[in-house]
């Protein structure tokens, strides 16, 4: 890591870039004076001195002699612990105090989000955090880090529903998540396996698009908790349906309920889903 990126690390987490700098030369050179230290960071002397008042408070910087006045940095290992460890409960205190805080009205909005790391990271707080219901809609080949967390919520005796494409996750089974095969059958066709949508104790929701670009959208708008959560029960109910009296739906509508989708679909069927129905229906598959 370049001294660039060690001094925007330090601005992260609340250093000015003057501490920043000046902290980082202090370590590099083990112990020195104002001077010292200001020509070796590149700043100037005048406001050195200031700059190493604001980390004597921080506890990032402490003299060891008088005369000559002469500083060394606090070792990594002990100040950032330290740092960790303050922040930290200050989050936990600030968490705590405002849930005495009532909101003045409902805040309505969907965050959008197209970095991959934090997408899985929003879904894995709210699985995370979810005590009573977890509905799932998606692929049998989730991120492992999102099968792993609906299964631990599973563990904990939060309800888990998953509708899928492809055959059931062992992983998920075997820790009591309830699961159907999309439409009966779990056949990946269209762009639905392309899609995770989850909702949580009816609080939030999630829809990920995973491929071909990343993005996802969440949101704890009733609206929108209601429209996904309502979606994916209806895919259990189908998936149900398709269990009991497959074969006359299928008669009646075609394969992949083709004859039903055609007339109404928003967009073409795909050439992967044509060929499905045609072989389904020449007794291929």
Known sequence: MSQEQIVGDLVDIGFSEHEARLYLALYALGAGTAYEVAKAASLPVPNTYNVIRALTA???VKA????PARYVAVAPAELFAKLASTMSEKCSSI????????????????????DKSAIVARVRSIIEAAQKQIIVKGANDLPEDILEAIRSAALRGVQCLFVHYGEAPEALTSAGVLCWPHEGNGIRLGMGADYLTICCDFENALIYRMDPDTEAAYSENRSFVYMTSVMIRHEIYLAEIMASFGSQIEERFGPGL?????????????AAFEKYVNERRQGAV
Do not use: H, T, W
């Not at 083709?258 to 795909?270: A, I, N, Q, V």
């Open 95 to 114: 968490v705590e105090s405002l849930k005495k805080v009532e909101p003045a009205s409902e805040v309505s909005f969907v965050d959008i989000i197209v």
């Open 258 to 270: 083709y004859d039903l989708r055609k007339p109404f679909s928003m967009s073409p069927l795909g």
């Open 58 to 60: 921080r506890n990032a």
């Open 64 to 67: 060891i002699s008088q005369r």
